[in-house]
């Protein structure tokens, strides 16, 4: 019963320590937050890294995973060919047969390479910590552990990227593959950060992509694909975009993920020349934008939506810190909508989606 009051409660803490850091924004004062970051640190994993095994529906995957080594002298024998991922089971069951300590590791890597990536690349890490943990922590990172780490390895990717350091983000773009392959999307990167995208030109793709999203691809494009032998793509491309079962209904043009996100990209829109300049690179907005589209384009795949959607929208923590630090007249009134959208986020994902539901912590003795 104490999960939500003690998730709220830190919740409540990273809403007290945007509000310090923003009065010492205000006053010029840099780096106060990096003191901090280790105990955020400690409290991110509370919930992520000693959580009891088997309390997500996710959890089995990896449990089987997990048990595969242990029963077969050290070889995976599932269908899942990241190596990455397949190595560090490994690692973990060479030393223990306790699959508590593959989530931990997973839930210390991904808020490590999550920290890392706002310290370096966000201009409010307090604000784009508070909405990681309103909402991306809570639906991916602690029930789909290996998307976690992979897109929080790609977002440090993406940080280098906007730097121009390309040698360094293909380094960790490419480890972020080796965990998770849907990441491998993000060599799309370089091509959307070369192209120059007027807000004009902006404006109709979004209508371009409305258009698409209302008259729906499930009929041509399930189609084309019926009679194709596609390979070892074959299996997971029935599952998600030709047949209609629970993991491919159409998400719909009205849901609230879509919604928000179109709100949040017409204001990200208004202040785009300012966010450039703070964050040093248009990436960001263009990431975020490719994610909007992405959601309406194939409104009628969920999965396929929602996965990389989200994987385009991880440019919004650095928006969302951006757009309060940018604003001189309406610093205080933004910085209150990020606060209030953190808050419904986070009780949508609790107490609408109930992902405390069965929440144990995990007994050491």
């Given at each position: 019963?104490?999960?939500?009051?003690?998730?709220?409660f830190?919740?409540?803490?990273?809403v007290?320590?945007?509000?310090?850091?923003?009065?010492?924004?205000?006053?010029?004062?840099?780096?106060?937050?990096?003191?901090?970051?280790?105990?955020?640190?400690?409290l991110?994993?509370?919930f992520?890294?000693?959580?009891?095994?088997g309390?997500?529906s996710?959890?089995e995957?990896?449990?089987?995973?997990?048990?595969?080594?242990?029963?077969?002298?050290?070889?995976?024998?599932?269908?899942?060919?990241?190596?990455?991922?397949?190595?560090i089971?490994?690692?973990?069951?060479?030393?223990?047969?306790?699959?508590?300590?593959l989530f931990?590791?997973?839930?210390l890597?991904?808020?490590?390479?999550t920290?890392?990536?706002f310290?370096?690349?966000?201009p409010?890490?307090?604000v784009?910590?508070?909405?990681?943990?309103?909402h991306v922590?809570?639906?991916?990172d602690?029930?789909q552990?290996?998307?976690g780490l992979?897109?929080?390895?790609?977002?440090?990717a993406?940080v280098y990227?906007s730097?121009?350091?390309?040698?360094?983000?293909?380094i960790?773009?490419?480890s972020?593959t080796?965990v998770?392959?849907s990441?491998?999307?993000?060599?799309?990167i370089?091509?959307?950060?070369?192209?120059r995208?007027s807000?004009k030109?902006?404006?109709w793709?979004?209508?371009?992509s409305?258009g698409i999203g209302f008259?729906g691809?499930?009929?041509?494009i399930?189609?084309m694909?019926?009679?194709?032998?596609?390979g070892?793509?074959?299996?997971?491309?029935?599952?998600y975009?030709?047949?209609?079962?629970?993991?491919?209904?159409p998400?719909?043009?009205?849901?609230?993920?879509?919604i928000?996100q179109?709100?949040w990209?017409?204001i990200?829109?208004?202040?785009?020349d300012?966010?450039?300049?703070?964050?040093g690179?248009?990436?960001f907005?263009?990431m975020y934008?490719?994610?909007?589209?992405?959601l309406?384009?194939f409104a009628?795949?969920?999965?396929?939506?929602?996965?990389?959607?989200?994987f385009?929208?991880i440019?919004?923590?650095f928006?969302?810190?951006?757009?309060?630090v940018?604003?001189?007249?309406?610093?205080?009134?933004?910085?209150?909508?990020?606060?209030?959208?953190c808050?419904?986020?986070?009780?949508?994902?609790?107490?609408?989606?109930g992902?405390?539901?069965?929440?144990?912590?995990?007994?050491?003795r």
């Open positions: 019963m104490f999960i939500i009051p003690l998730y709220f830190l919740w409540s803490v990273l007290i320590l945007s509000c310090y850091e923003l009065i010492c924004i205000q006053k010029k004062h840099k780096n106060v937050f990096k003191p901090y970051i280790l105990l955020i640190f400690l991110l994993i509370i992520s890294g000693f959580r009891l095994p309390v997500s996710d959890d995957i990896y449990i089987s995973i997990f048990n595969q080594y242990l029963s077969n002298n050290g070889r995976v024998t599932s269908s899942t060919s990241e190596i990455g991922f397949v190595y089971n490994q690692l973990i069951g060479y030393f223990t047969d306790n699959v508590f300590y931990f590791i997973f839930a890597l991904t808020v490590f390479f920290l890392i990536s310290v370096k690349g966000s409010f890490v307090a784009s910590i508070l909405v990681y943990f309103s922590y809570l639906y991916r602690m029930i552990i290996r998307a992979s897109y929080s390895i790609f977002m440090l993406l990227y730097r121009k350091n390309y040698s360094t983000a293909t960790f773009w490419i972020s080796l998770h392959f990441a491998f999307i993000g060599c799309i370089p091509l959307i950060n070369k192209i995208f807000s030109t902006i404006i793709l979004f209508l371009l409305l008259i691809l499930y009929k041509p399930s189609f694909l019926d009679n194709i032998n596609l070892l793509l074959t299996s997971p491309i029935k599952t975009i030709l047949s209609r079962n629970e993991f491919n209904k998400l719909g043009l009205l849901n609230p993920t879509t928000k179109c709100i990209f017409f990200f829109l208004y202040y785009r300012k966010l450039k300049a703070e964050l690179s248009d990436l907005f263009k934008f490719l994610s909007v589209c992405t309406l384009v009628d795949f969920s999965v396929f939506a929602a996965r990389f959607g989200s385009f929208a440019s919004e923590f928006l969302l810190a951006a757009i309060v940018i604003s001189k007249k309406n610093k205080y009134f933004l910085f209150s909508m990020v606060i209030i959208y808050f419904f986020m986070a009780a949508l994902n609790v107490f609408s989606k992902l405390f539901d069965g929440f144990i912590f995990y007994n050491f």
